[in-house]
T-cell receptor
Framework: DAGVTQSPTHLIKTRGQQVTLRCSPK?????VSWYQQALGQGPQFIFQ???????QRGNFPDRFSGHQFPNYSSELNVNALLLGDSALYLC???????????????FGEGSRLTVL | AQSVSQHNHHVILSEAASLELGCNYS??????LFWYVQYPGQHLQLLLK????DPLVKGIKGFEAEFIKSKFSFNLRKPSVQWSDTAEYFC???????????????WGLGTSLAVNP
């Protein structure tokens, strides 16, 4: 049973560029959440997707956008990259029970983004 | 506003010492409670969870946590820590987000535990 898989694992971009990160959820999971984790910090919630719609959003600018596909996989897009966007981006999948997200998350290994 | 407070930001222990990490939350309704752990260089993973039932829950690697509703607390404990328990520990609370079925996972800032051999 595959867990949460993310790609790419590492990438380097320059300021102003755009990046797309990808996530495949754990088998049987229908909800994908994205987090940003700066070095030495806790995870910061970006947004959550369920049924191909953004359901919740944290305090991140519109430069951060996402998408969920019919197979539940998801993408995180960041436009006009800033140096401060350098971080580990974590994808977490979960399964809603009765339409409600329980909070039990399974995390991927993350995508390490470096912006120069 | 809903919040989660972890009392200790950095904890240093010697092997075989007992551990208790505090976690308090501010929401008064029904919540799901979690401790997540991040070992050095590894991804976040679930340590233990509480949804309902016995307020004393047991997780992986000998960890346990007790939900005390009257104190809005969910403290993490381990009787005897090992060097391999060195990690970041995050408390998280899943609370209702307005009306309907949507719930929001609120994270504490984390506690860095270093266990000296």
């Amino acid at each position: 049973d595959a867990g949460v898989t993310q790609s790419p694992t590492h990438l380097i971009k320059t300021r102003g560029q755009q990046v797309t990160l990808r996530c495949s959820p754990k088998s049987g999971h229908d909800t994908v959440s994205w987090y940003q984790q700066a070095l030495g910090q806790g995870p910061q919630f970006i947004f959550q997707y369920y049924e191909e719609e953004e359901r919740q959003r944290g305090n991140f600018p519109d430069r951060f956008s996402g998408h969920q596909f019919p197979n539940y996989s998801s993408e995180l897009n960041v436009n006009a990259l800033l140096l401060g966007d350098s971080a580990l981006y974590l994808c977490a999948s979960s399964r809603r029970i009765g339409g409600s997200n329980t909070g039990e998350l399974f995390f991927g290994e993350g995508s390490r983004l470096t912006v120069l | 506003a809903q919040s989660v407070s972890q009392h200790n930001h950095h904890v240093i222990l010697s092997e075989a010492a007992s551990l208790e990490l505090g976690c308090n939350y501010s929401y008064g309704g029904t919540v799901n409670l979690f401790w997540y752990v991040q070992y050095p260089g590894q991804h976040l993973q679930l340590l233990l969870k509480y949804f309902s039932g016995d307020p004393l829950v047991k997780g992986i690697k000998g960890f346990e946590a007790e939900f005390i509703k009257s104190k809005f607390s969910f403290n993490l404990r381990k009787p005897s820590v090992q060097w391999s328990d060195t990690a970041e520990y995050f408390c998280a609370v899943n609370a209702p987000l307005g009306a309907g079925n949507n719930r929001k996972l609120i994270w504490g800032l984390g506690t860095s535990l270093a266990v000296n051999p």
